[in-house]
């Protein structure tokens, strides 16, 4: 079967840094996702690996395993305002280009 | 990022009547549009793949006849609840494919009477 796991929550302080982990097991790889929903909005695009390495864009990082069906999200330089979730999401291979989705990881950051 | 627009953001509607929501992409062309939606402290749920000049995939339980979805262009992708009944009330979410990265639209909040 094709399966997404990430932590349900995390808490970190403000100023500090978090690393948010995702495995996944999937019938194929093209391509892996990270989005951030805050409350009551729709996702908002943070990343996209298919390579294996890190991607840095400004005080958020990610990183692609693919031998190991291994991300994280990399978060520095903690704010109020990061407080969301944050959902991992992978493309399968093959011509359908829907994405299986994690069931997120609502961070809190805390004064 | 990519842009994409939805609309309406928000309606309020009778129960028995049907509502319309488009979603544009308005940067790039997007041959593949996502239709999802999102119950209250719940996960994303994709209802349908919509592709441009043919038909659209659903999901297992989502009914086609219920959920109407046309992508007649390479920028333009519309989703009509047909016949909404309260517990159609929900917030619906579009996303387009840009060939290599998806971004969503701000989404649509429905609320059936």
Known sequence: ?111 | GAVVSQHPSRVICKSGTSVKIECRSLDFQATTMFWYRQFPKQSLMLMATSNEGSKATYEQGVEKDKFLINHASLTLSTLTVTSAHPEDSSFYICSADTGREQFFGPGTRLTVL
Not at chain 1, 5 to 29: H, K, L, R, W
Not at chain 1, 79 to 104: E, F, H, P, T
């Open chain 1, 1 to 111: 079967g094709q399966n997404i796991d990430q932590p349900t929550e995390m808490t970190a302080t403000e100023g500090a840094i978090v690393q948010i982990n995702c495995t996944y097991q999937t019938s194929g790889f093209n391509g892996l996702f990270w989005y951030q929903q805050h409350a009551g909005e729709a996702p908002t695009f943070l990343s996209y690996n298919v390579l294996d390495g890190l991607e840095e864009k400004g005080r958020f990082s990610s990183f692609l395993s693919r031998s190991k069906g291994y991300s994280y999200l990399l978060l520095k330089e903690l704010q109020m305002k990061d407080s969301a979730s944050y959902l991992c999401a992978v493309r399968s291979a093959g011509n359908n280009r829907k994405l299986i989705w994690g069931l997120g990881t609502s961070l809190a950051v805390n004064p």
